[in-house]
């Protein structure tokens, strides 16, 4: 079974720092990974993915990840974070194949930005 | 394209009314899931639908949860009788077949059951 773990439930960084979010999963073969934003009273928002071939994947607002094979990691990376940041984070997973599309979420990490 | 609509936005509710919540998809997705979100259990998938066909219901909590979807631009999550427990927000999400490229979802609708 699939499964993803978001070791960090809270993050604070200043205003302008770098972020990474990490993101560990569970699959038995090439999985397509997600990262979603939620901020509040909001639904989530794809932020980018991974299906193949180059491993480091950019996405909106400036954010980016890197699929680490070895690791089973897929961690998100902004060198420069804006208040506007501050959301809750979600990664998942799915299955590399279509036809079935069930994602699976983490936990989540809940992102506060200090002026 | 108006995304993944959901309504009502806010429901309140008395325990032991029944409760619809409403989901239009995009158009061209086939494939459409129900979540529930709350603090202690995050992100629960309830069930999902490709080409209007139940695929997995194994995460309906029990049988007062219901789902339908009567056609690719509807679909409706049913609560009878409703519980206190049951306040959540609960999120509509759609995707096309190729699944691969992310769900897209709609902005949920919060449910409180007094």
């Known amino acids: 079974a699939q499964s993803v773990t978001q070791p960090d439930i809270h993050i604070t960084v200043s205003e302008g720092a770098s972020l990474e979010l990490r993101c560990n999963y569970s699959y038995g073969a090439t999985p397509y990974l997600f990262w979603y934003v939620q901020s509040p009273g909001q639904g989530l928002q794809l932020l980018l993915k991974y299906f193949s071939g180059d491993t480091l994947v950019q996405g909106i607002k400036g954010f980016e990840a890197e699929f680490k094979r070895s690791q089973s990691s897929f961690n998100l990376r902004k060198p420069s974070v804006h208040w506007s940041d501050a959301a809750e984070y979600f990664c998942a997973v799915g299955p590399g194949n279509f036809g079935n599309e069930k994602l699976t979420f983490g936990t989540g990490t809940r992102l506060t930005i200090i002026p | 394209d108006a995304g993944v609509i959901q309504s009502p936005r806010h429901e309140v509710t008395e325990m032991g009314q029944e409760v619809t919540l409403r989901c239009k998809p995009i158009?061209?997705?086939?494939?459409l899931f129900w979540y529930r979100q709350t603090m202690m259990r995050g992100l629960e998938l309830l069930i999902y639908f490709n080409n209007n066909v139940p695929i997995d219901d194994s995460g309906m909590p029990e049988d007062r949860f219901s789902a339908k979807m009567p056609n690719a631009s509807f679909s409706t999550l049913k609560i009878q009788p409703s519980e206190p427990r049951d306040s959540a927000v609960y999120f509509c999400?759609?995707?096309?077949?190729?699944?691969?490229?992310?769900?897209?979802f709609g902005s949920g609708t919060r449910l409180t059951v007094v």
């Open positions: 999400a759609s995707t096309n077949i190729r699944g691969a490229y992310g769900y897209t």
């Open positions: 158009s061209g997705h086939n494939s």
